[in-house]
């Protein structure tokens, strides 16, 4: 199909018209492949049968099936979590801070189907970039639709995702069991109307994407929706060549107590052993120990089995490759790598040091690498607010670990706001920071994290006041108070005047000054405002030079926020 140009079911329907139900695996003889081009009208040579032949079936030997990888998306508080806690058996929701899961991390699940590898993926849009990624290493994205939601700004963002990484959708609709058996059915048409107006097409609208009621909570569906992944898997024959030097996708990395750096990542190709040097980017390592989903050490990893590994010698990069090399390899690699500059998982803005006006400096501190790359990630977002009068952030350093004295050191001096995420922050930085009246942030949920930034940014919003007049005054009379200083008698001829308020003096039709009311009377007694038609007598800031018979223009202040 793919030498001819056109896809597998265009061959399958031809070969079906013909008399011959195949699958996309099927080995197709010579004289098959000569008529199916002449259906298309292309022409077919065959050169070097027999050893085309020979090498098609030395491939296919070599190649073992694999478990399925699968990643699963949505909308926040849909189910996602819920859904692979019902599988795993482990109540991983309850460890999550509100529920919402924030790290990305794999995990095996044996079925009666078969054993399938799930990606959880964070569910908050704060982490789009961390799931695209994820998307990357799977072979199948199941879509989770909450029943008394339908599609939301996530579920479409999941899809773009999924789309974009060109792997089979799978929608599981979930929380099936809130919905009465007779509204099920117009609550499925409405999200079966929701996904086709974005491009997704189910099979019950006449479309090839399969979709599955669940109920996360109860299991209902789920085992139905288990046996779908399993049969999309086998329809796409997946498989990999476990003896080859293995090659592995890093999901996720940070710093562990006791194991230094380490990271969680899933073999692709070949075998990953304990004891096997490595190359991944920038960073290189030997694999000590490797732990499965399960927690338990293991001395090897083949094709799509998810582990940690431990062994780095500096944080690696998410969303890279891990590649097994010699020793001979590792060695070179790791004598030409050049010293960082900084420590490692640690970055440092080349920006002003000096806090600038018009600019917010930040310091942030998290547990993994994800997350910091998450949080810069939807800083960018906020750079928007930039864009409509507010400050700048500026990110004077980002690093992994605890908020340290150095940390609290380094935000008095750039006068920077301290920010952490799953991190402690050391009982002597806590006092550090109280004696330099350094502020810290910490937050346990990203989201929280960015709503609090995104308000701080607001509160620095440029205004500009506008006065609008108001009322005008006739001084009538002039009093030098000691201690007070000078107040106007006036007597109110138009509007209302009050405290606050700018005034302008006019004398003889032009303009001697102007100030604003800081106290203001109405028979001797301190009043808000005074109305046309009384007399009052007020004291101004920036202008006191008054005298009888003076006009007095009043101006109330109005907030004009400048334009977007």
């Not at 979590?81 to 044996?110: C, M, P, S, W």
């Not at 018009?358 to 310091?363: H, K, P, S, V």
Request: proline share 3%; charged share 25%.
């Amino acid at each position: 199909a793919k030498v001819m140009g056109k896809s597998e079911g265009d061959l399958i329907f031809v070969l079906l018209k013909n008399g011959m139900a195949c699958n996309r695996n099927y080995v197709l003889p010579v004289d098959i492949i000569k008529s199916l081009g002449m259906n298309f009208g292309i022409q077919v040579e065959v050169l070097e049968q027999e050893e085309s032949v020979d090498k098609f079936l030395s491939a296919s030997a070599k190649g073992v099936s694999r478990w399925p990888i699968v990643v699963v998306m949505g909308h926040v508080d849909h189910g996602k979590t819920t859904l692979l806690d019902f599988l795993r058996r482990k109540n991983t929701v309850a460890k999550e801070k509100g529920g919402i899961t924030q790290h990305l991390g794999a995990y095996e699940v044996d079925s009666k189907h078969g054993k399938i590898v799930f990606l959880d993926t964070p569910g908050h849009e704060a982490f789009s970039y961390l799931r695209s990624r994820g998307a990357r290493v799977t072979d199948i994205a199941v879509l989770i639709i909450a029943a008394e939601d339908g599609v939301k700004p996530q579920t479409v963002e999941a899809i773009k995702h999924a789309k974009k990484s060109d792997v089979p959708l799978i929608v599981a609709i979930n929380k099936i069991d809130k919905i009465t058996e007779d509204k099920r059915p117009a609550v499925l048409q409405t999200i079966y109307r929701e996904l086709a107006e974005n491009d997704v097409l189910v099979e019950d609208w006449g479309g090839e994407i399969i979709s599955v009621p669940i109920s996360a909570k109860t299991g209902t569906g789920v085992d139905e929706l288990l046996e779908m992944i399993v049969l999309q898997s086998e329809m796409m024959d997946l498989k990999s060549d476990p003896k080859v030097p293995a090659k592995a996708f890093v999901l996720e990395s940070n710093l562990e107590k006791g194991l230094g750096p380490v990271a969680t990542v899933v073999c692709l190709e070949g075998t990953l052993k304990k004891g096997d040097y490595f190359v991944c980017g920038n960073v290189t390592g030997k694999v000590r120990l490797l732990i499965n989903s399960l927690g338990k050490r293991i001395n090897e990893a083949g094709p799509s089995v998810p582990v940690k590994v431990v062994g780095f010698d500096s944080f690696a990069e998410i969303g890279g490759w891990l590649t097994v090399v010699s020793a001979q390899e590792y060695k070179k690699a790791k004598t030409s790598k050049k010293a960082p500059s900084t420590p490692s998982g640690v970055s440092v803005s080349p920006a002003s040091i000096e806090q600038g006006q018009g600019q917010i400096n930040l310091i942030i501190k998290t547990d993994t690498r994800g997350s910091k790359e998450a949080i810069e990630g939807s800083l960018l977002k906020l750079d928007k607010l930039t864009q409509k009068g507010c400050a700048k952030l500026n990110v004077v350093l980002s690093g992994i670990g605890d908020v340290s004295e150095n940390d609290v050191d380094l935000a008095s001096i750039t006068n920077s706001l301290v920010i952490s995420l799953h991190t402690r922050v050391e009982k002597k930085a806590q006092s550090l920071a109280q004696e330099k009246d350094v502020k810290i942030k910490s937050f346990d949920v990203i989201y929280h994290l960015v709503e609090y930034l995104e308000e701080e940014l607001k509160k620095t919003k440029k205004v500009e006041i506008k006065w609008k007049k108001v009322a005008q005054l006739l001084v009538k009379r002039v009093f030098k108070i000691k201690k007070f200083g000078v107040i106007a008698g006036c007597s109110v001829q138009e509007g209302t005047v009050a405290k606050g308020n700018k005034v302008v003096c006019v004398r003889g039709g032009h303009k001697i000054g102007e100030g604003l009311i800081t106290s203001l009377q109405r028979e001797k007694k301190t009043v808000k405002e005074v109305h046309a038609g009384y007399e009052c007598g007020f004291i101004s800031d920036g202008f006191q030079d008054w005298e009888e018979s003076d006009i007095v223009h009043v101006f109330a202040p109005e907030k004009v926020v400048e334009s977007d």
